[in-house]
Every structure is written in C-alpha cells, then in structure tokens.
C-alpha cells in the first residue's frame, strides 16, 4: 500500500487489522473491544462516503461521538484505539497518522495521589538504609513496587517461589485484588530490581519457597508475612525520610510513578495497560491524561499572548 493512495475500504481490510492486534499482542478480550471500536469508526468513514480520511475528519468522529451523547470515559477509549491504530500504520508505511494530536474531553477523573519523578524515585531509594536486614528489605519492596507498580495486596500476598526466571528474564508472578493462584500475572525484573531481591534474600538466609517474599523480622511475627498495613506505613515512612511530606503521597503514589514514568519514556498505552495489570484501557487513560495535562503549555501560550514573549522566560 501506498500512504498516498491507501483508501478507507484498505484500511478496513482483516488481515491488515489483524496485523495490527498481532503487533499489540492483546488478549482477546481486548482484541474484541479494540476491533469494535475501529469498526464504528470506519462505518462512520462510510456513511459520510471518505475515501481517505484526515485529522478533520478524525476531530469530526470525535465531535459525533460527544454530540451522540456518548460518555467521556467511552470517547476516550474509542479515540485512544484510532489513536493506537493509525500510529501502527504510519509506523508501517501504509497510511500517515492522522490523529496523533486528536485531544478528548476530560473524563471527570483524576487521580488524589500525586506521583513521584524519577529524580524524586531515586532519592526516596537513595534514602534507605541498607545496613541491616531490615533495610534490605524495605530497599527490596520499595524498589519493586516504583519499578514494577506493584500493589501492597501483589507485595504481601508474594511468595519465595514467586521470584523466579522465564526465559532469560527475572520475573515475579503477582496475585492482585480479585485474583487468586489460579489467575496469576508477572512483572519482569530489570537488573536493579532483580539485585535488591537477591541481595536481600541472601541476608535472610534459607527459607522455602512458599514462604513470604517480604517477611516480618520482628519477634512476634518472625517470618511471617507483611499485612497490607504495615506495607503502607514502611512505604509512607520511606517517603517522610526522603523529606517528601504530603497528603498525596503514600504506598500507592509508588504505582503511579511507575504507571507515570513508563507513559513519559514512550511506551505505548497497550504496553503500559499490561504493564499496570489494568482490566480497561480507561484506567491507563487517565494516567495517559495526567501526563497530558502535566506537559500542556497552554497557560504559557496565554500568558505570552497577553504580556508578549518575554513573559514566557522562566524564572
């Protein structure tokens, strides 16, 4: 295909759409909602008779889907799935990207947990202690929930045997709210993550495989696992330590710099949906929005309208 004469009716084809799941590796499930998402796009296409659609007509499917009385979170899924697709075919050579810069309404959600950047991430770490068991622990558990976004249920529920390889990588298997040993997902362990493990794991000494990754090194519990609280409070005291002191920052802001830090180095919002373990797209939407916001220029662009270029200088 050529980008200059690829038509709608192409663009529609099932192998060249099942190319493009093929690209995204999604579970099927996904792979059912992404297709019907395309489908009303192109039937849109069809009905308005567009051979070769552009950003106008990409903006004007937008419009008809908020002007159909659609709900913000179900426009923001479908454009995020044009978005997805039209990328792939620019990347491919068949078509140019016509709805890169496509914005949606705001959802009405947002998140009360502020995320760290990465400079921020790596103090909080810095910050740990790791002279003693107990430090090599905590190092452990926090740098795989900034790295992993693990959840405090996946950090307490997590076992010796679940840190293992698969293939040539580091991984551990997580057992997330709603899930049980039957429904398991892993994260991979990059070298840093995979380090503070087995650094701290050699300190404990032997233990069996079904016992808890993190485990308690007081008396009263010795070995045992870590509740979800008590997770928490390690995660928050690492915080106050590195001198970030703040309502919005807690165990959880861990899996939002994660989730955060992935969108901003340019992973794709499907990458980072399975990367999350998020059951809908829409949950990474409003991360993907976050960043959106964060990045926006548009107060820059009018306060340089009103008080001329000098005021864009930062202080």
Sequence with gaps: MNTQTTTTAQLMDEALLERFFASLNVRTSSAASYRRSLRSFFAYLMRQEIERPTREHALAYRDYLIETGKKASTVHAYIAVIKMFFRWVAQ?????DIAGN???PSSGHSHR???LTSRQALALLN?????TLKGLRNYAMLTVMVVGGLRCIEI???????FTKRGNDAVLYVYGKGRDDSDTEYVRLPCNARKAIRDYLKGRGASGQDAPLFACIGNRNVNGPLSTRIISKIAKDALLHAGYDSDRLCA????????TL??????????????????????????????DRENSTCSRTVERAIFGKKSAKRP
């Excluded at 307490?156 to 679940?162: E, G």
Aim: proline residues 0%; hydrophobic residues 40%; glycine residues 4%.
């Design 92 to 96: 491919e050579g068949i078509y140019r």
């Design 102 to 104: 496509v914005k949606v």
């Design 113 to 115: 947990r502020d995320a």
């Design 127 to 131: 910050h740990v202690d790791r002279s």
């Design 156 to 162: 307490a529920r997590a076992k010796v045997r679940d």
């Design 252 to 259: 959880h802001s861990l899996r939002h710099t994660a989730v």
């Design 262 to 291: 992935a969108l901003k180095g340019g992973e794709n919002l499907e990458a980072v949906k399975e990367f999350a373990r998020h059951t809908h797209v829409n949950t990474t939407l409003i991360y993907s929005h976050a960043v």
